[in-house]
C-alpha cells in the first residue's frame, strides 16, 4: 500500500465534507478516528483501519473516497498544504480493524 495525504479544500472539487458527509473543514478527525480517503473497491466506508506509514501509526476510519484513490492508495487527510506536500508519498501497511458497511 501507499499513503497520500490531502487537505479538506484544494483548487478544484474539495468542499470540506467527506463522501460519508462529514464536515471537516475544521478537523481531520471523526469520532477520535484520523480520516482516511480509500478505494471502495478494497476497503469499506466506514472501516477501522490501523495505519502504518514510515513516520506514523495511527487508527483511521474510512470516510472518504477521491477520483484519484484507485487501489492500494489511502488518503490520509491533514490539516495544511504545507503538511501534505512534506509527507508526501509514503509506503503504508493497512490492516482492517473492523469492516465497515
Known sequence: MEATY???FCNEGCIGI???GHDVSNTIY???YRI???DTDLIKLHSIVKVETETET?????SDTGGAIQGK???VLVASKSEA???G??????TILREGK
Open 6 to 8: 490531502y487537505t479538506a
Open 18 to 20: 467527506t463522501a460519508t
Open 30 to 32: 471523526r469520532d477520535g
Open 36 to 38: 482516511i480517503a480509500v
Open 58 to 62: 495511527f487508527t483511521a476510519i474510512a
Open 73 to 75: 492508495i489511502v488518503d
Open 85 to 87: 506536500i512534506k509527507l
Open 89 to 94: 508519498r509514503q509506503k503504508a501497511k493497512l
